[in-house]
T-cell receptor, first 116, second 109 residues
Framework: EPEVTQTPSHQVTQMGQEVILRCVPI?????FYWYRQILGQKVEFLVS????????KSEIFDDQFSVERPDGSNFTLKIRSTKLEDSAMYFC??????????????FGPGTRLTVL | RKEVEQDPGPFNVPEGATVAFNCTYS??????FFWYRQDCRKEPKLLMS???SGNEDGRFTAQLNRASQYISLLIRDSKLSDSATYLC??????????FGPGTRLSVLP
């Protein structure tokens, strides 16, 4: 069964450093997403991406964040200057997007980001 | 009012029990609704989509009441493996999805 993969599984970084989280969505999917979940809290939407551009973003997704699809398979989330409060689990998800509307999302296993 | 609210839980039930979770949402324009389950420190996994007419998948039944902006999930004959956090997810608009805080279920032997 096809699945979303994410690397690394755990990233430790110093405050102020840039990090890039990587995702490989399911190959025939058209919509890609990033979510974060701070430990013990709910899953929060960050951004959705379609046709090589951002289609929606939340208030959390400020200028420190960017997304990119550098090639036909990877989807990345960059945090330019990490803050302590960026420590969280970051989930990538993808969906087929063929129904013309919101549809089932499949999540990757997540990257746990720890900012020291 | 929060966008998506759920029973705070936790629910501790014996094996074989029937348990129901409730979820309310604030945006009356929401179109799509889902139940996900999340095991500890794992990714959310789709349990079922929720359709206007209600739908059933084995031991799981989901209901939607658009007038009351209310979604429910019923689990019958609960198993130990059902222990998880159950997340109500509502499509806010476009491709923006809002997750509820989740309701934790522990099924006890």
């Amino acid at each position: 069964e096809p699945e979303v993969t994410q690397t690394p599984s755990h990233q430790v970084t110093q405050m102020g450093q840039e990090v890039i989280l990587r995702c490989v969505p399911i190959s025939n999917h058209l919509y890609f997403y990033w979510y974060r979940q701070i430990l013990g809290q709910k899953v929060e939407f960050l951004v959705s991406f379609y046709n090589n551009e951002i289609s929606e973003k939340s208030e959390i997704f400020d200028d420190q964040f960017s997304v990119e699809r550098p090639d036909g398979s990877n989807f990345t989330l960059k945090i330019r200057s990490t803050k302590l409060e960026d420590s969280a689990m970051y989930f990538c998800a993808s969906s087929e997007g063929t129904s013309g509307g919101p549809d089932t999302q499949y999540f990757g296993p997540g990257t746990r980001l720890t900012v020291l | 009012r929060k966008e998506v609210e759920q029973d705070p839980g936790p629910f501790n039930v014996p094996e074989g029990a029937t348990v129901a979770f409730n979820c309310t949402y604030s945006n009356s324009a929401s179109q799509s609704f889902f139940w996900y389950r999340q095991d500890c420190r794992k990714e959310p996994k789709l349990l079922m989509s929720v359709y206007s007419s209600g739908n059933e998948d084995g031991r799981f039944t989901a209901q939607l009441n658009r007038a009351s902006q209310y979604i429910s999930l019923l689990i019958r004959d609960s198993k130990l493996s059902d222990s998880a956090t159950y997340l109500c997810v509502v499509n806010k608009d476009g491709q923006n999805f809002v997750f509820g805080p989740g309701t934790r279920l522990s099924v006890l032997p």
